[in-house]
């Protein structure tokens, strides 16, 4: 996510509505058949399976999985009124491979946070608004970020900053933690802003503790490991023809989406200083495409600015 539209995203003026991103090009690349069965694995306020359920059959089904209580919470009040919705509580990662028998067409990613879970103080997602340093898309489980700051050591502090939030000053800023830290902990999310803005100058709408909290959010809810074991499943649940729809918002998650969907589109590139294989390689997903927001959903969505959509579609 560039710095500019995660501002845009932490100063949204939503409570408990979120706008969905691409919704008419994710409709267009995650729908396949009309009757069969889908996946939205970050249902959120399910704003793009809504869109999806207006246009399949009454025999199609829907899997609407968060592990947000909140989210969970939408789903379950939409698969009360749709019988073609089943809502899943949990991680995607774990919940994709009890899914195996299923077969699919289509799986939906959208990643990343939803304007509820930013806008609500209490959830401790932002940088503009007091709240506990909390960061987890599922309270009931896990270490907080106030608690991982208390336990990680000066170099593994520094060492996610810098690769989850390409935060260059990320030595300074762990040093500063980790002195804070020895006489008073670190609880609030306006403290941890305050503290990173002693260090580093504003620059333009751009709060500089955007990276911070950017890494923090993708260490306290393992965003990484999620999104590999959950693109890796996600093939088991695809029938032969089903599309993988993936939706991300910077350029760690867009990176390790575009391995995934090359490594099995592709065959990896001769190289000369090892033996040939004898294997062919056999894809197993074909690529139909990246896309980007329009202008025009640009004027009124800023989250839109960074999403990235990358569609595949099972071949085999
Ligand atoms: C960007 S929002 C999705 C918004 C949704 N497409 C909509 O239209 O409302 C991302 C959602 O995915 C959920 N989420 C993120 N990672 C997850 C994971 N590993 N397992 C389950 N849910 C996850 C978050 O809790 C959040 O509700």
């Known amino acids: 996510m560039s710095a500019r539209s995660a501002d845009a995203l932490a100063t949204g003026t939503h409570t408990d509505a979120h706008l969905p991103v691409l919704s008419q090009a994710v409709l267009k ?35 609407a999985i968060d592990r947000d209580p909140q989210a969970l919470e939408a789903a379950r009040k939409l698969a009360k009124e749709d019988l073609r919705v089943t809502a899943l509580d949990g991680n995607f990662a ?77 030595r300074r800023i762990a040093k500063l933690i980790v002195a804070q830290r020895s006489h008073t902990p670190l609880l609030r999310t306006l403290e941890l802003a305050d503290l990173v803005a002693s260090v580093i100058p504003r620059r333009g709408r751009t709060h500089p503790a955007t990276k911070t909290f950017q ?64 294997d062919e390689f056999i894809p197993e997903l074909r690529l139909l495409g990246k896309f980007g927001a329009e202008r025009s959903e640009l004027a009124v969505n800023a989250r839109s600015r960074s999403a990235r959509l990358r569609v595949a579609e099972r071949v085999r």
């Not at 009309?34 to 359920?53: A, K, P």
């Not at 103080?121 to 009931?140: C, H, I, Q, T, V």
């Not at 918002?249 to 190289?271: I, N, T, W």
């Open 215 to 278: 890494a923090l959010r993708i260490v306290v809810n393992d965003e990484l490991g999620a999104l590999e074991s959950g693109l890796n499943s996600s093939l088991e649940v695809l029938e032969q023809g089903g599309r993988l729809a993936v939706v991300s918002f910077h350029s760690l998650e867009d990176r390790a989406v575009k391995r995934f969907m090359h490594g099995k589109a592709k065959a990896p590139p001769a190289d000369r200083r090892r033996p040939q294989l004898d």
């Open 94 to 170: 774990e919940l994709l491979p009890t899914l195996a028998a299923e077969s699919c067409s289509g799986v939906l990613f959208d990643l990343g946070v939803s304007s509820p879970q930013l806008d609500q103080a209490e959830r401790g997602f932002s940088f503009n608004k007091d709240g506990p340093l909390d960061m987890r898309m599922d309270p009931r489980s896990g270490v907080s970020a106030a608690d991982w700051l208390a336990s990680a050591d000066e170099v593994e502090i520094a060492d996610a900053l810098y690769h989850y939030g390409d935060e260059r000053a990320s």
């Open 29 to 63: 690349g995650w729908c396949g058949r009309l009757d069969g069965t889908y996946i939205d694995c970050t249902f959120g306020r399910g704003g793009h399976s809504r869109e999806l359920l207006r246009k399949l059959h009454s025999k199609a089904q829907l899997f």
